[in-house]
């Protein structure tokens, strides 16, 4: 077996908030909308089919895989897609969590799998940023990794509030402790 050959990317990750509290048929319409607005933000961010991988389908959730390149730097995901999609999902019947993280990615047949996946996906799953969004009444809440948050949020790029951010109980992977960070106040 050969081993794989990673690739570098910008992980990110939604999911439905209390998708499992409703029956077949609402979860297929929450899941339909859901898909329609990730995908329509996607494009309206400028992140096209051609600078990333293709949406994986979670169940209630999806995962994408953003290319490094020059026209999707990691800041546009906060300064552009997450304001674009809190917008969209103004008058729907459901919320999102969403998490970011960046690293090495790897594909198969199945898809993309990789350590830097799994981070983003505890992240995205933690206990923490569920109870962030129950308390809030945003239709999102935004989690971040360490890793996201010392290259990309403490830097106080145009559009990127930092103060806005604030320290999680850490995750667990793998046997490590990872340190997570959520948006607390909605950008300007």
């Known amino acids: 077996m050969n081993t794989p050959i990673p690739r570098q990317r910008t992980i ?63 800041t546009v995901l906060i300064t552009t897609f997450v304001p674009i999609l809190r917008a969209e999902l103004r008058n729907q019947a459901f919320r999102l969590r969403v ?15 990789s350590e830097d996946i799994d981070l983003m996906i505890r992240l995205l799953d933690s206990p923490e940023l569920k109870a962030r969004l129950k ?14 948050y010392r290259s990309v949020i403490k830097h ?3 559009g990127i509030e930092v103060e806005a951010f604030v320290p999680l109980p850490r ?7 990872y340190r997570g960070w959520v948006q607390e106040a909605l950008q300007s």
């Open 12 to 74: 990110l990750g939604v999911d439905v908030e209390r998708s499992t509290e409703r029956n077949n048929v609402g979860r297929g319409q929450v899941r339909d909308a859901m898909f329609d607005i990730v995908e329509k933000t996607l494009i309206a961010s400028g992140i096209t089919e051609e600078l990333r991988e293709p949406i994986v389908d979670r169940g209630d959730g999806a995962l994408v895989c953003v290319h490094p390149v020059d026209q999707i730097p990691k």
């Open 171 to 177: 995750v667990r992977l793998g046997g490590q402790s």
């Open 135 to 148: 308390k809030s009444p945003d239709p999102l809440i935004l989690g971040v990794t360490e890793r996201f």
């Open 99 to 113: 998490a970011m993280h960046f690293g090495d990615v790897h594909f198969d047949a199945r898809g993309p799998f």
């Open 156 to 158: 106080g790029y145009d």
